[in-house]
């Protein structure tokens, strides 16, 4: 054998090791493209629940407005399975899914201690979690003695991922979204 049929034979060696290289890069990368695509997906997901959740707490918060209380008078502080109803209509449009697909707790506190909270049949069923009310009685505000009602609406969604079975053993594909604002009456 010559030297030149040994560069031949080392040529073909050289681009099937390349080929194969290739196909490893090409692989990598579409892992880390299907990463960043869900990653970002639900990210816009978060920032929609985060958008609809803060515009429907500022709606509960305005009772003198629209729900016909009165902060300072002490009357109809507490949120009402009517607005859960009502809340949960606008939060339909805002979201663009059926009125029976929103997944929404409402919540109330007034005086530091007494609790309402009322929640969607889909926020049940997805078994969407949020910690209690109580834990942030701390950030009702207090002027010349009044105590401010706080208020909480908690918005929930379920989503497919792509790689969640990979990280979960292959067992789950959905991953639960929420998000929850809170805010001061008045």
Not at 152 to 169: A, H, I, M, Q, Y
Request: charged share 25%; proline share 3%; glycine share 6%.
């Amino acid at each position: 054998m010559t030297l030149s049929s040994l560069n031949i034979m080392g040529l073909k060696r050289q681009r099937g090791s390349f080929t194969i290289e290739l196909v490893f890069v090409i692989i990598a990368l579409g892992g880390i493209y299907l990463f960043a695509a869900d990653l970002s997906y639900q990210l816009l997901v978060r920032a929609k629940l985060d958008r609809s959740s803060f515009a429907l707490v500022n709606i509960i918060k305005e009772r003198s407005r629209y729900f016909e209380g009165e902060v300072l008078a002490g009357k109809n502080l507490s949120v009402t399975n009517a607005e859960l109803r009502d809340l949960t209509t606008v939060a339909s449009r805002m979201l663009d899914t059926p009125p029976e697909d929103v997944a929404i707790k409402v919540e109330s506190l007034i005086n530091k201690r007494n609790v309402a909270e009322f929640s969607s049949h889909k926020f049940r069923s997805l078994q969407c979690n949020s910690d209690s009310i109580l834990e942030h009685a701390d950030l009702a505000p207090v002027e010349k003695g009044k105590v401010y009602p706080l208020y909480r609406v908690t918005l929930c969604e379920e989503n497919r991922s792509w790689l969640k079975p990979f990280f979960d053993g292959g067992t789950k594909s959905m991953v639960k979204i929420a998000s929850s604002s809170i805010m001061p009456g008045r």
